[in-house]
C-alpha cells in the first residue's frame, strides 16, 4: 500500500483511516506490515510519482517555512504534518459529538491547537475549503485553553506539558475531542495519539498510525464510528484478552 501523502490525507479521509487496513484482524500486524510504504524512487511519507512529489514538497515547504510560529516546538516535517492533519480532518468526519456541541445548524467546527504548533500553515491548508459533518472546518490557535471554548477538536502540543492536568481538567466533561502526539499526554487522558510507525530494520519513518482512548471519549460524550475505530494502530482499553490499557 502506498504511503498516505499529505494530500491524499485531507481529499480522502476514508483512505486516510483506512491506514495499513481497516479490518480488525489485521491491527495486530500494522506494526510490521509494510503500510504505506513509498516507491523506491519517493521520498518517505509520500506515495506519489517521484517528480511530482519533490515539485509538490517544494512548494508546500516554501508555504509552511513562511508561517510556522516563532516560538514553535520542533516542527514536523511538511510531509509528516499533512498526514497528521489529514488524520485531524478525518477524525472529525468519524465523530458524533452531541446537539449541545455547536450553537446552531450552521455553525462552523472549529479545531484548535493548543501551545506551540507543528503544523505550521499545513493544517490551515489542509481544511481550507473543506466540510466535516455538514459544516465548513475552521482551525484556531492559542496559548490558552480558555480561548478555545468554542473548538470541537483540539490538538494539544508538547509545549503544554507542565500544564496537560489543568487543561484536561478544564476540558474535562466538555465535549472536545484531543489529540496529541505523546505517550505521557495520552495515558493522562487525551483521546488520540499519532504514532510514528518505523521500519525494524531501518529504523526509518515508514508510516503514521494513531491510536484512540475511548474510554476517555465516552466521558465526554463523544461516540466514534466504527471504521475509524478499526483503522486504528491500537483501540483502549483493550479486551481482557488483548491486555491492560495504557
Request: proline residues 7%; charged residues 20%.
Given at each position: ?57 517544494t512548494l508546500l515547504a516554501w508555504a ?183
Amino acid at each position: 500500500m502506498a504511503l498516505l501523502s499529505p494530500h491524499s490525507a485531507g481529499e480522502n479521509v476514508e483512505d486516510a483511516l483506512a491506514v495499513g487496513g481497516a479490518r480488525p484482524s489485521d491491527r495486530r500486524n500494522v506494526g510490521e506490515a509494510a503500510a504505506f510504504q513509498p516507491p523506491s524512487s519517493c521520498p518517505a511519507f509520500c506515495g506519489v510519482n517521484a517528480g511530482l512529489c519533490a515539485l509538490w514538497l517544494t512548494l508546500l515547504a516554501w508555504a509552511w517555512l513562511g508561517a510556522a510560529p516563532v516560538h514553535a516546538q520542533p516542527a514536523y516535517s511538511v510531509t509528516e504534518a499533512g498526514v497528521k492533519a489529514g488524520y485531524l480532518l478525518g477524525f472529525t468526519r468519524y465523530t458524533d459529538w452531541p446537539t449541545n456541541a455547536f450553537t446552531n445548524a450552521a455553525a462552523p467546527l472549529v479545531i484548535g491547537v493548543l501551545g506551540d504548533d507543528p503544523f505550521g500553515a499545513t493544517l490551515d491548508q489542509t481544511v481550507l475549503k473543506k466540510i466535516s459533518q455538514g459544516r465548513p472546518v475552521f482551525v484556531r490557535r492559542a496559548r490558552e485553553v480558555a480561548a478555545l471554548e468554542e473548538c470541537h477538536a483540539i490538538f494539544i502540543c508538547r509545549s503544554e506539558q507542565a500544564r496537560l492536568p489543568a487543561i484536561l481538567a478544564a476540558l474535562r466533561d466538555r465535549p472536545v475531542l484531543t489529540a496529541c502526539d505523546t505517550d505521557a499526554f495520552f495515558e493522562q487522558g487525551v483521546m488520540f495519539k499519532f504514532t510514528v510507525v518505523l521500519n525494524p530494520e531501518t529504523k526509518v519513518k515508514e508510516s503514521v498510525r494513531f491510536e484512540v482512548r475511548r474510554d476517555v471519549a465516552a466521558q465526554a460524550g463523544l461516540k466514534f464510528d466504527s471504521r475509524m475505530l478499526d483503522a486504528a494502530l491500537q483501540v483502549w482499553p483493550k479486551r481482557e484478552k488483548e491486555g491492560k490499557r495504557p
